[in-house]
């Protein structure tokens, strides 16, 4: 089983469409996790932490669920800037094991 | 604040030739990662280091492979005959040591390999 894995995509949505990628990790252990977004020829860039009460930045909202070893994140009112290459990446303590997952491609369209 | 500066940013090489990239990560940063990132895959990390110290390298190909971070600072990562396969992006990070959410890493722009 690969450390973290996420939904395979691509995912072609409209814009104001509402959109939630999934992401499960195989590490218990694992103490910090993150969505990193990745424009195409561009290197990943932090969209949110992801933290154990969950949290929302403007139309994203990420959630963490330990138990289940689950992370998701939702998009809501998609724009078409924001087509890109979703990336979950999960680490261990102070930092060590920065693992991504496959990421997960979405087009917004017209 | 600089970000993480990485070089060359483009190479081309052939087949069994050698090539070396180099990193210099966010000033005090203790950690630096190098990462493998095949089109259409997300990043595979290949070495981390703490200080000057190797923390993980289990998936280096180490007989080609192979990587420095001497003083703690900038770091080179070199390919020893490369192979077609190696023909990939490879990205540096760095982040600070920490806990939680202090640890988001930063990365720089890449190096895009292609191998011929």
């Known amino acids: 089983r690969k450390e973290v894995e996420q939904d395979p995509g691509p995912f072609n949505v409209p814009e104001g469409a509402t959109v939630a990628f999934n992401c499960t990790y195989s590490?218990?252990?694992?103490?910090?996790f993150f969505w990193y977004r990745q424009d195409c020829r561009k290197e990943p860039k932090l969209l949110m932490s992801?933290?154990?009460s969950g949290n929302e930045d403007g139309r994203f909202t990420a959630q963490l669920n330990r138990a289940s070893q689950y992370i998701s994140l939702l998009i809501r009112d998609s724009k078409l800037s924001d087509s890109a290459t979703y990336l979950c990446?999960?680490?261990?303590?102070?930092?060590?094991?920065?693992?991504f997952g496959p990421g997960t491609r979405l087009s917004v369209l017209p | 604040e600089a970000g993480v500066a990485q070089s060359p940013r483009y190479k081309i090489i052939e087949k069994r030739q050698s090539v070396a990239f180099w990193c210099n990560p966010i000033?005090?940063?203790?950690?630096l990662y190098w990462y493998q990132q095949i089109l259409g895959q997300g990043p595979k990390l290949l070495i981390q280091?703490?200080?000057?110290?190797?923390?993980?390298d289990s998936q280096l190909p180490k007989d080609r492979f192979s990587a420095e971070r001497l003083k703690g600072v900038d770091s080179t990562l070199k390919i020893q005959p490369a192979k077609l396969e190696d023909s990939a992006v490879y990205l540096c990070?760095?982040?600070?040591?920490?806990?939680?959410?202090?640890?988001?890493?930063?990365f720089g722009q890449g190096t895009r390999l292609t191998v011929v």
């Open positions: 990446v999960v680490n261990g303590n102070y930092g060590q094991n920065f693992v």
């Open positions: 590490n218990s252990a694992s103490q910090s």
């Open positions: 992801v933290y154990s």
């Open positions: 000033s005090g940063h203790a950690t």
């Open positions: 280091f703490q200080n000057n110290g190797v923390v993980d």
């Open positions: 990070a760095s982040n600070q040591l920490g806990r939680g959410r202090d640890t988001e890493a930063f």
